[in-house]
């Protein structure tokens, strides 16, 4: 824990790299830091978890950057520090004058921000955040930017697949021990946006709004019995306090010979006490195995309701497997399985937290475009892998509904391009020249810009949805989007595709640079 | 970023999780929220990396932990927020009494620290951290100590091995924009703790007193060429600048066609003018074979000295193919690999902040003893893996030195054992019965006890050590270490044992479970 002081130090402005302010500075001397620059932000590839990898992303963390670049600048403290940085001969590394204009302009009011919002399925080469402003302001936004951006949209693009694979049952975010220090509170809320229903952490459900969730650990139970209690009396002492919110965890001793017969004991008495009981947990062992034994047991007591929890290095494939297994070996137990999944409850920790299989998103931030007299000129970088050449220019995105009213593609053209107006798309793939179609106009159902400005000069311009309205855009987009792009293993390749225009003018500032 | 009041919100004392406060209540409700109790902290494996393991572990996070419970309590906001908690009938979940219990008593003032230092080798089994305190107390810690302790070990841990690989090179740390928001300063302070020798991110970098490293990223050359210049041209320009402190990214065009020649050039005029080049910097392609080039081209210019810094998804297993191709590859172009190897520094990003192959430490916190009538009482969970069962009681870590002076056994007795009187040292293996040794006085040249007092009830009692301290007695600990518990793949099993009373105590509870 830092203190106030070097909290606004760490995690304010100078939040960025060094070779931000190096190139800033340098921008300063060559007198072009206040010429205005376009820097797109996006991803090049879903992410990957080794056997398995997503076929869409789930956008998330605008908000929060947006707080971030509002509040964030050069005071007197930062400038501070920076003069005492030193060259290798010992002298000022950032000069006076330099300093001087960073203490007057070193903050977000030039820039302007256009995004695809929150909540929102995205795919690889979309601009997900657009940035244009002075170039130097632009160039130190970088870090913290992708820094914001990339982890939210990569846990709730986790998020999205477990609650997928849940089959939609409640998701409970469990993380925070194994987080990455405070990274679990912006964890937290990508978790949210992307598929869990609830977390377990305390504090940040207080500020998004949320009740947060739990009941008891094994150490309850553990203290009980140090004190030469048993693990039944623990269950009555649970019971007796939270009569209407009672989840029991059972395993601790045994489940199946200790925990669930305990808990049904704790639960015939709340029944005639007129308490409704509402589920065990189960945290260790074969999870499926034991959901059905403990749903036959508390079936045959007419507890037919009661919810089971499931916990315990969950992600996508564990709970696929989990789901699969319950379907194949329910009815043996005389158990209908779906009955059994109705009634399931998943507390996901370490392995969403961390995006476990791929815990980063490689998103970049790249120079697409500058102003020159007054005129905006878009600029490339060339690579020897062309699907590193970054899309040049001020660009929309487009998302194309087929006459299912399903999605059939992205579009990514120049941002004056009526696309309304064309009777034929045409759709490049955006990095193989051999790869090209046509949509027919009266293929499409409906077009849909999907950047929205959010910043003008700084200025914000834009609502912020709340949580909820940002899950009825998640869930409207995954509702529209083909089941095998939602597939776990092998999806389906969503087409992203650049019009004529983008196209061409790819191809040609590539040739100019050689 | 959230507000001051959110902040404090969700970065102090409601850090935890809701089944923390479930039970603290039930603690309350029952009579036992003051017993005193203890709770160890450790992990039971080792970084599991994939294709390749950990055999030690780097330990780092206490000193931030500890500055975290002097400053985290229940002040009126939190108890406001707790109060408006609901049960599923809409009644109060946590009750004035118990509230204002949380009011008068919600600090870490009654709680005892044992710990390892940090930057201290460290191992499973054993209790990293040793908290005694009010049971109610001691149990809402849980989540922000794991929290804390976790992460920064997992990465003080991957950044030993990358140290490791790169053969003590120069090591940087570049991982901001990939990491985990605002996790990303802990993370930075474990990956100095473990390994890395700086870091590019400059908030961090002041508050914790090294000077941030970095130059210039693609963006500044592609921004030249943008405005008719060229790369040479950005080159000058970045050199005039910085002309004691040059490292030029050479890779924008093409490193071997373009980069490097301009840097030579480049070099050659500020060598001219009386300042010494710094370095090129390398960031893709195959850097190996690159490397070789550059060395060659600089070494025919006269800068056999300039440095060739590395960068791109690099690790410990990329580090380590880089170094073996260079070893074999360099002589057929006529370079020296020693020679070579001497000037490489490696920037780390990604693969490091995330600890890329194992995202988390399973750390865990366990009820170990309890005080019965003013007396410590071992308690036990069993379970049925083996390896889950905690050892119980109040416990002390010996490190036993060879003859050699080498490390040979961790050993864990309870703490009022004294190891030193005993003849032979019997180490049983802490889970399988039948894994047992002797050890001989005469083969034993020293001991140490690794657990050191921080808190007392509260207060501080520990000097931390500077960055600078923990980093030496990293070094003094992986000195003394097998180099086959250091390998990347397959290392060698460092025994952690127990003494003959502990291995009893926890027989004997599980024996008295049953």
């Given at each position: 824990?830092?203190?106030?002081?070097?909290?606004?130090?760490?995690?304010?402005?100078?939040?960025?790299?060094?070779?931000?302010?190096?190139?800033?500075?340098?921008?300063?001397?060559?007198?072009?830091?206040?010429?205005?620059?376009?820097?797109?932000?996006?991803?090049?590839?879903?992410?990957?978890?080794?056997?398995?990898?997503?076929?869409?992303?789930?956008?998330?963390?605008?908000?929060?950057l947006v707080d971030w670049m509002q509040n964030a600048s050069f005071g007197n403290e930062e400038i501070r520090l920076l003069k005492e940085q030193k060259t290798s001969k010992g002298k000022q590394l950032f000069s006076d004058d330099f300093l001087g204009w960073l203490r007057s302009n070193g903050n977000f009011n030039s820039i302007s921000l256009k995004a695809i919002p929150e909540g929102r399925v995205v795919h690889p080469f979309e601009p997900l955040t657009v940035i244009q402003g002075q170039l130097a302001m632009a160039q130190i936004l970088e870090t913290a930017l992708l820094n914001q951006l990339n982890f939210q949209t990569l846990i709730a693009t986790k998020a999205s697949r477990i609650k997928e694979m849940a089959r939609g049952q409640l998701l409970l975010e469990f993380g925070a021990r194994r987080?990455?220090?405070?990274?679990?509170?912006?964890?937290?809320?990508?978790?949210?946006?992307?598929?869990?229903?609830?977390?377990?952490?305390?504090?940040?459900?207080?500020?998004?709004?949320?009740?947060?969730?739990?009941?008891?650990?094994?150490?309850?139970?553990?203290?009980?019995?140090?004190?030469?209690?048993?693990?039944?009396?623990?269950?009555?002492?649970?019971?007796?306090?939270?009569?209407?919110?009672?989840?029991?965890?059972?395993?601790?001793?045994?489940?199946?010979?200790?925990?669930?017969?305990?808990?049904?004991?704790?639960?015939?008495?709340?029944?005639?006490k007129g308490h409704k009981p509402i589920g065990?947990?189960?945290?260790?062992?074969?999870?499926?195995?034991?959901?059905?034994?403990?749903?036959?047991?508390?079936?045959?007591?007419?507890?037919?309701?009661?919810?089971?929890?499931?916990?315990?290095?969950?992600?996508?494939?564990?709970?696929?497997?989990?789901?699969?297994?319950?379907?194949?070996?329910?009815?043996?137990?005389?158990i209908d399985p779906e009955h059994l999944i109705n009634r399931l409850t998943f507390g996901v920790g370490t392995r969403l937290i961390t995006s476990a299989g791929d815990p980063a998103l490689g998103g970049v931030y790249k120079l697409v475009a500058v102003m020159n007299n007054g005129e905006w000129t878009p600029v490339i970088k060339i690579s020897e892998t062309p699907g590193k050449i970054p899309l040049p220019g001020n660009k929309q995105v487009w998302r194309i509904y087929n006459n299912n009213n399903r999605t059939t593609a992205d579009l990514i053209g120049l941002s004056g391009e009526d696309i309304n107006s064309m009777d034929v798309l045409s759709?490049?793939?955006?990095?193989?020249?051999?790869?090209?179609?046509?949509?027919?106009?009266?293929?499409?159902?409906?077009?849909?810009?999907?950047?929205?400005?959010?910043?003008?000069?700084?200025?914000?311009?834009?609502?912020?949805?709340?949580?909820?309205?940002?899950?009825?855009?998640?869930?409207?987009?995954?509702?529209?989007?083909?089941?095998?792009?939602k597939r776990l293993i092998n999806p389906h390749v969503y087409h992203v595709s650049l019009t004529d225009k983008l196209w061409e003018l790819k191809q040609n500032l590539i040739e100019n640079m050689k």
């Open positions: 824990m830092l203190s106030k002081f070097s909290q606004r130090i760490s995690e304010g402005i100078l939040f960025t790299d060094q070779y931000q302010l190096m190139m800033a500075q340098l921008f300063y001397r060559t007198g072009v830091h206040e010429k205005p620059a376009q820097f797109d932000h996006y991803f090049r590839q879903y992410p990957e978890y080794g056997m398995h990898k997503a076929g869409y992303c789930i956008n998330a963390g605008l908000e929060w987080a990455q220090d405070r990274g679990a509170i912006a964890g937290v809320r990508g978790a949210l946006i992307g598929g869990a229903d609830f977390t377990s952490n305390i504090g940040i459900s207080h500020i998004l709004g949320y009740p947060p969730k739990g009941t008891h650990a094994h150490s309850m139970v553990q203290l009980f019995i140090s004190m030469g209690m048993s693990e039944l009396d623990a269950f009555d002492a649970f019971a007796d306090l939270y009569p209407d919110d009672c989840i029991l965890l059972v395993d601790t001793i045994n489940s199946l010979e200790s925990g669930i017969p305990n808990a049904i004991k704790v639960f015939e008495k709340m029944k005639r065990i947990r189960l945290d260790s062992g074969d999870l499926a195995y034991l959901s059905i034994q403990a749903a036959k047991m508390l079936n045959e007591a007419g507890f037919n309701e009661v919810k089971i929890v499931l916990s315990n290095e969950l992600d996508e494939m564990n709970i696929w497997q989990i789901m699969t297994q319950i379907t194949q070996e329910s009815p043996k137990y005389g759709l490049h793939h955006p990095v193989d020249p051999g790869k090209h179609r046509t949509l027919q106009k009266d293929h499409i159902s409906k077009t849909d810009p999907l950047l929205v400005d959010v910043l003008k000069d700084g200025q914000l311009i834009y609502s912020f949805p709340s949580i909820e309205e940002i899950r009825q855009l998640r869930n409207y987009d995954l509702e529209l989007l083909d089941p095998g792009v």
